[in-house]
């Protein structure tokens, strides 16, 4: 199979951006410069993947940067990763012919530099030219959870040169174990308890904190944590009253969460700086609950049994216009909850109750399709990646209940966690630091 051409568009001033293969690289400064009105991110078809190759690098730690970068790549399913132990010895310009028969498309040369930084290359192979080049500040000490941070980031920035779109590396995802709340890189490095206590953990913008529910049998709070500085607050709690599955606003603002009592189980709105609590739903003994925000916060999503089962509703967020969004999709009377909304708007995914144990499935809100997204073990819990491609879920396919990664788009699945139980996870949106 011929390579394709990671071919930039055609701009009068491309020839001036690209930069001669084997000459030296630029500065820190120069680096980062970029011609006016010169985009150097390249084409990319949705579908196909492009073969991408990591050269060794040189020098202390060059084998962490080399691997963390193929397998964030490989982790995107983006691309096809030709392994390294394939790639010819390269000592000043690659041999773009060589790599061409091995059926490369895109050389990533990386390059520990004195300073500390990383110089990254992007070679396209048919063009045989450097389409991009960027040196990275990594910070010290390596190998720590900092550095390792960075070089995600920079397997996204790459990814980005080649998508048009960030890449997801460089974020994390909390979940529940052990009563409390955990987080993990999306590499499952870096397994870390983040709360005492709590459960059902959700990302504030920017991933900057959590908030999440603490079911003690006092006041069961809803908690917010500062993950900077580990700061707690209370944001709601009442004795007697259960407050669960909370949801957080895409600016931040607003928290939704469910409060529950002997008359029944509702969704309450209230400022995330306090304020007065707003009733969403009148459930009248019944239960709804789970509730996850439109990307633009003008609408939710949320489970409620008010038909007499678990069904997936939609509506404003002053509570009115709700709309019945799965029972049309199946005509049973069974059960879907859980509900995540994808951060492009475009799907709902949800548990659905089908042959006796549970699976992840998707509804499209313009033609109402579903999609099976696994079909193994008992599958809870969806939460969307940043990518609106990825969802991470808990299954039992391995056992014990454990945090699983799929691609909604070729179904390739991976585990993240291992050890103790976990459930109950929620991706990041993508770092403030990016």
């Not at 020098?59 to 995107?76: C, E, K, M, P, W």
């Not at 709070?221 to 895409?250: F, K, V």
């Not at 509703?313 to 999709?329: C, F, H, K, R």
């Not at 995540?340 to 499209?364: E, Y």
């Amino acid at each position: 199979m011929m390579p394709r051409s990671l071919s930039l568009p055609a701009w009068p001033l491309l020839a001036g951006a690209l930069l001669a293969v084997g000459t030296a690289m630029p500065s820190h400064a120069a680096a980062q410069a970029q011609p006016p009105g010169v985009s150097l991110s390249t084409r990319y078809v949705a579908g196909q993947k492009t073969a991408l190759i990591v050269l060794p690098v040189k020098g202390v730690n060059g084998d962490s940067v080399a691997t963390i970068l193929a397998r964030d790549f490989d982790y995107s399913d983006r691309f096809n990763v030709v392994s390294t132990s394939s790639a010819p010895v390269v000592n000043g310009p690659p041999n773009y012919p060589l790599f061409s028969k091995l059926g490369v498309d895109g050389i990533v040369q990386p390059t520990l530099l004195p300073s500390g930084w990383v110089r990254v290359a992007l070679h396209d192979v048919t063009k045989t030219a450097v389409l991009n080049s960027k040196d990275f500040p990594l910070p010290s000490p390596a190998l720590s959870p900092a550095w390792r941070s960075a070089m995600h980031g920079v397997s996204d920035a790459v990814e980005e040169w080649i998508t048009g779109q960030r890449g997801i590396a460089q974020t994390r995802i909390a979940f529940t174990r052990g009563g409390r709340v955990w987080i993990v890189d999306s590499d499952r490095a870096n397994v870390t308890p983040a709360t005492p206590g709590g459960m059902s953990p959700q990302w504030l913008p920017g991933g900057r904190g959590l908030v999440y529910s603490v079911l003690d049998g006092v006041r069961n709070p809803i908690m917010m944590t500062d993950l900077g500085t580990g700061s707690q607050r209370t944001l709601a709690a009442s004795p007697g009253i259960e407050h669960s599955s909370p949801a957080i606003a895409p600016d931040g603002r607003t928290v939704v969460y469910a409060r529950g009592s002997e008359s029944g189980t509702d969704l309450y709105a209230m400022p995330i700086e306090g304020g007065a609590p707003r009733r969403m739903t009148v459930g009248r003994g019944r239960a709804s609950t789970q509730p996850t925000f439109s990307p633009d916060g003008q609408r939710i999503a949320f489970m409620s049994d008010r038909s007499g089962h678990p069904e997936v509703y939609i509506s404003d967020l002053d509570g009115t216009n709700v709309e019945l969004l799965t029972a049309a999709a199946f005509g049973d009377r069974d059960y879907r909850a859980g509900p995540d909304w994808s951060p492009d708007g475009r799907l709902v995914a949800f548990q659905s109750r089908n042959g006796g144990t549970f699976q992840i499935m998707t509804i499209n809100l313009r033609d109402q399709s579903v999609k099976f997204v696994t079909n193994d073990g008992r599958n809870d819990d969806p939460s969307w990646a940043p990518d609106s491609r990825h969802i991470v879920f808990s299954s039992t396919r391995g056992g014990t209940r454990q945090l699983w990664i799929v691609d909604v788009e070729t179904g390739r699945s991976r585990q993240l966690t291992f050890g103790s139980e976990a459930r109950l996870s929620a991706w990041s949106p993508r770092l403030l630091s990016q």
